[in-house]
């Protein structure tokens, strides 16, 4: 019973680490859009243009990716930790 | 339906307690890739390019140059071996995926390794450009109170670089693993009526991961290898600027 707690808590929690993905998907989109803006404008930067916006991806990216580092801490080492101390 | 995803398995024992797993030995295996490619494409130079191996390492060569120049200035060409050495590792061991092999960069100790050596370097030209005492006050800035926190975005430097890039390649590899199993079971539950021979052959594995390898082997590894670098030149450039 004390098991099945601990691994529905977890699973639960993995869930709910990865609404982070929320903003880094808003963000990203954002500076997707306005990178095609600015391409439209002035379509002879589309070089530098698409460098800056991949780093600002990746930049925006890492947030999201904590939430993940957490929900796969959650998955495969909490539940070991948490049963082996039962 | 059995998912098996591990981290790195343990392959063999030193004494001493020391163990040696799958990312190391991956590791040899890129580092002896790269080393073998580029005795293979400098080898037997000439003044005037013979044949096509050295047109192309010297294209490879000047690219780097000019990346490091556009990115960091005249002053730091003394950077190029390095980043061109860190860009081609990173790329090759996340690239490795494609052979079926573990990709050292899904391991956090690879890439926390890399970081901490860019902490080391940014923390280096801080100190040398601003004086230790400089680098001390540079802390307190703009109140006393702050330090902690001031202390704390140094640290997190290298924290964020190293699992940018280790949950990029890792959540990769989990989706992928999840995707076959879960593909594995669907051709299993449609394909039922079939004869048992037939139907254990998971004929729905065929295409969609194909795609999916696409972006996370050769594009996501690539960018976040090259977006590793961007970030090492840009913080060491802007530690030895002096502002």
């Not at chain 2, 191996?53 to 003394?78: C, D, H, P, T, W």
């Not at chain 2, 001031?150 to 949950?167: D, W």
Request: hydrophobic share 50%.
């Amino acid at each position: 019973m004390e098991k099945a707690l601990v691994l529905m808590g977890c699973a639960i929690g993995a869930g709910l680490s990865m609404i982070a993905g929320i903003g880094p998907g808003i963000g990203e989109g954002y500076a997707v859009g306005k990178a095609c803006e600015a391409i439209g404008r002035q379509p002879e930067c589309r070089g530098p243009v698409t460098t800056t916006m991949l780093m600002g991806c990746a930049v925006a990216e890492t947030t999201g990716l904590y939430g993940l580092i957490v929900s796969m801490l959650l998955i495969f080492v909490a539940p070991g930790m948490f049963i082996g101390r039962l | 339906m059995n998912v098996d995803i591990t981290g790195a398995k343990i392959l063999f024992r030193l004494p001493f307690g020391i163990v040696i797993t799958e990312t190391q030995v991956n590791m040899w295996i890129v580092m002896l890739v790269i080393a073998l490619l580029c005795k293979f494409l400098t080898h037997n130079m000439k003044i005037k390019p013979a044949g096509k191996r050295q047109v192309i390492a010297e294209y490879l060569v000047k690219m780097a140059s000019n990346f490091v120049k556009e990115n960091m200035g005249e002053g730091f060409m003394k950077f190029t071996p390095f980043i061109a050495a860190l860009f081609s590792l990173a790329s090759f061991s996340s690239l490795s995926s494609l052979f079926g092999m573990y990709p050292p960069t899904s391991d956090l100790n690879t890439t926390l390794g890399w970081a901490i050596i860019v902490f080391v370097m940014i923390t280096y030209y801080k100190i040398k450009t601003n004086g230790i005492l400089g680098y001390a006050k540079g802390l307190t800035e703009p109140f006393a109170v702050m330090t902690p926190f001031n202390i704390l975005g140094e640290f997190s430097t290298p924290i964020s670089m190293a699992f940018r890039m280790f949950g990029n390649t890792a959540s990769g590899a989990v989706i992928s693993a999840l995707l076959y199993a879960g593909l594995a079971w669907l051709s299993n539950l449609v394909l039922q009526w079939l004869p048992e021979a037939l139907s254990s052959i998971p004929l729905l594995q065929l295409g969609l991961p194909a795609i999916l390898s696409i972006y996370f082997d050769l594009f996501s590894s690539v960018l976040q290898a090259f977006i590793f670098c961007m970030l090492t030149m840009l913080y060491v450039s802007s530690a030895a600027s002096n502002d």
